[in-house]
């Protein structure tokens, strides 16, 4: 065993564990890509059917992933996975690209989306109000919400837990008040009956054609699913973490898309599915809510997304800062970072410096065009880990695995087989967003020889 998991607080249980898979998947993308969805595969039935698959996909990946957990409960988690399975440079190209766009862009797009709907609150809070030429008043909040929270989880494992746990059971709440408004009140019976009607799917011609118009449209849903793996990386401050950890993963996933795939039906059972293709600004949740409350919901939904944004901006800098603790002890990352506070045990050097470079992607005003690009690059970290359990069986058939990859083989095997074919088809159809993002993951291959060139050179 590690030493980080001896020093690090083992203090984060079962409901802390499913509170951070929840809350880090659930940000702003439910109550907004569902327009983009649509006007890609323009039926009902087809924007329905890319969050089913979505949540199939991330649901095998999350069962699959148990097994990794369950077997290596160590700080750091998908980056171990891959350094077990395939060696070193496979675990500092998932953490170079975790920490140069994946994390702290995710970090700063949910922090300027908070932003953004606090400005439906404060007038003064918006991106054209400007303090100085290269910041505005939205960016400064942005920045301030992730520094605070930065701090607050500098204060320990627990003390972001907690606000983790409050945060992600009121936007839980919100979101499932909204299933349920939209059920009983808000039911529309025109819109109704074209949606469920003869346009439900929209003359889709069942065959190739329509395989890659779904597989395409699914960036934007399995972005609105991603980070459910942020709770492998705080394995080390996990109790029994070799029940909880599969456990968790398998709760928050199951949960999280029950409710994407009820709020989606909601949104076809309040509006005519042409309001969801226009809905100003893509606010299809803000729509909806309007069609069941009236002109009020607008203010509600932002105070709705905004508790939601704040949760997920604090689970995923909760749980990144310890990807980067664990490079730093494999002298891969700054070495500071491997610190611990002595008193809270929170690795917050680590939190500072993710701090730090979230704040400046947040400045450069880049982020969301960065996370288009590394999409791509999520997916295929996803299938390479998967593979490691396949790697993992065969070179170390004696490592304990209190848990087993459920459906191993064949499960394990089918999501890389459908991850594949939607990394290919992105490559072919979207190749503005694919390949810049694979050139990020490459430019990590200098860096490492690089970086752990000087390290011996420092040695020697």
Known sequence: MRA????????????????????????????????????????????????????????????????????????????????????????????????????????????VAFAKFLGVFV????????????????????????????????????????????????????????????????????????????????????????VQLVGVALVGSLFSSDSWNNVTFTAGEMKNPRRNLPLSLALGVGLVSLIYIACNYVYLLVLPFDAILTAPEDRVGTAAARAIFGDGAVRMMAGAIMISTFGCVNGITLAGARVLYAMALDGLFFKAAANLDPVTKAPSTALWIQCLWAAALTLTGSYSQLLDYVIFAVLLFYILTIVGIF??????????????????????????????????????????????????????????????????????
Do not use: C
């Open 123 to 210: 007038p003064e809070v918006a991106a054209s109000n400007k303090v100085l030429p290269f910041l505005s008043t939205q960016q400064i909040v942005a920045i301030a919400l992730v520094v605070a929270l930065s701090w607050v989880n500098s204060r320990g494992v627990r003390t972001g837990a907690m606000v983790q746990n409050i945060f992600t059971v009121a936007k839980t709440g919100a979101l499932l008040g909204l299933i349920g408004a939209g059920w009983v009140l808000g039911r529309n019976e025109t819109a109704m009956a074209r949606n469920f009607g003869g346009d439900f799917w929209g003359g889709a011609q069942w065959g190739w054609s329509t």
């Open 4 to 111: 980080e998991t001896q020093e690090l607080s083992r203090s984060l249980g079962l409901f802390d564990a499913t509170t951070i898979v929840m809350g880090s998947m659930i940000g702003s993308g439910v109550f907004i890509v569902a327009a983009d969805i649509g006007r890609q595969v323009q039926s009902p039935g087809l924007m329905l059917t890319s969050w089913v698959v979505t949540a199939l996909l991330t649901m095998i990946a999350a069962l699959s992933y148990g097994e990794l957990a369950a077997a290596m409960p160590r700080a750091g988690g998908q980056y171990i996975y891959l350094r077990e399975a395939f060696g070193p440079l496979y675990g500092f190209l998932y953490g170079w690209t975790f920490f140069l766009v994946i994390q702290t862009g995710t970090i700063a797009a949910v922090a």
């Open 391 to 460: 790697v993992l069986r065969g070179s170390k058939p004696d490592m304990e695995r209190p848990y087993k990859a459920f459906g191993y083989p064949y499960i394990p095997a089918a999501y890389i087989l459908l991850a594949g074919l939607v990394e290919i088809l992105l490559l072919i159809h979207k190749p503005d967003y694919t390949w810049p993002g694979l050139i990020i993951v490459l430019l990590g291959i200098p860096v490492y020889f690089a970086w752990t060139r000087s390290r011996k050179e420092v040695k020697a």
